[in-house]
């Protein structure tokens, strides 16, 4: 079958506006990644601050946190899908330890300190941006397959 | 004690080195299901490769996860079973560490973008 020149012309502008998007998402991408980075770096910075301050390296370390013989507990945070087309947002539990949602920061100290709960706060903004740019991956995964798809039809030759 | 019944959406996994797993447990992420098995991977300099690797099988075949965050550096390390997953669920993210920052060369979805205008480069 003959293909008309205004279908190879719709095509090729699809491909177009799919490469664009593509140029947009990318870019997203990285900028989210360089964000997530910075708010790592901080908190990562807060937590070498902590151990400084409580002497010791095994002060916030792998040592403190649970193991496959602890207790069960459940994540305070989970991923919930919007479901409107927005992508996946976090949705944060209270701490109720009674049905398992336990304060990780009581792991570390019963009374933390300052740097610890500063690092705390950069960790969960780490959380929201994890979110965002599992949105971003997504999309960007889209509209790879499109192009993809795309590619394989005889409209481009 | 049923702590896991009724819960609604999903888990974001962790495989990293200390740092990383300890910041996103103080973040609120970390849970121990009850057949004990945790939605984290601490990684060190003695942690095999084949573990890892084995890790992060287990947290793909987990239908509650549907986020895996890894740091680039263990990425690396198991490249070719992180380019093999191409469903969309989990997400795989890589993340840079305290000691590695991001390299968006290494990325996989972006190599893949990549291909997609430099047919040399194609992955896939």
Redesign the interface.
């Known amino acids: 079958m003959a293909l008309n020149k205004s279908e190879k012309e719709a095509a090729g502008q699809l491909m177009d506006a799919l490469y664009l998007d593509m140029f947009h998402l990318i870019e997203e991408h990285t900028q989210s990644r360089v964000n997530l980075e910075r708010a790592n770096a901080s908190g990562a910075i807060l937590l070498a601050r902590t151990r400084f301050q409580h002497g010791g390296s095994n002060s916030v370390s792998t040592a403190q946190i649970p193991t496959e013989n602890s207790a069960e507990f459940n994540a305070l945070c989970r991923v919930v899908d919007s479901g409107d087309g927005r992508g996946i947002s976090i949705e944060r539990q209270p701490v109720d330890k009674s049905n398992g949602y336990v304060e990780p920061l009581h792991w570390f100290s019963v009374l933390p300190p300052m740097s610890l709960r500063n690092a705390v706060s950069k960790f969960k903004d780490c959380v929201e941006l994890v979110a965002e740019s599992t949105n971003l991956q997504r999309q960007l995964c889209d509209v790879l397959d499109w192009i993809t798809k795309l590619r394989q039809t005889p409209l481009i030759k | 004690?049923a702590?896991?019944s009724a819960?609604?959406?999903?888990?974001?996994s962790v495989i990293g080195d200390?740092?990383?797993?300890?910041?996103?447990?103080?973040?609120?992420?970390?849970?121990?299901?009850?057949n004990?098995?945790?939605?984290?991977m601490?990684v060190d300099k003695n942690t095999a490769v084949s573990e890892l690797e084995d890790c992060f099988k287990r947290f793909l075949k987990r239908d509650d996860i549907?986020?895996i965050?890894i740091n680039q550096n263990c990425a690396e390390l198991i490249r070719h079973v992180i380019d093999a997953h191409t469903s969309?669920v989990p997400?795989v993210?890589e993340?840079?560490?305290?000691d590695h920052?991001?390299d968006?060369s290494k990325?996989s979805?972006?190599r893949?973008?990549r291909g997609?205008?430099n047919p040399e480069d194609m992955v896939r």
Do not use: Q, W
């Open positions: 004690m702590l896991h819960i609604k959406g999903k888990l974001i200390e740092d990383t797993c300890v910041g996103f447990l103080l973040g609120g992420v970390g849970e121990i299901n009850k004990r098995h945790p939605n984290f601490v549907d986020i965050l969309p997400a993210l993340i840079p560490s305290k920052p991001y968006a990325d979805i972006l893949r973008a997609m205008f």
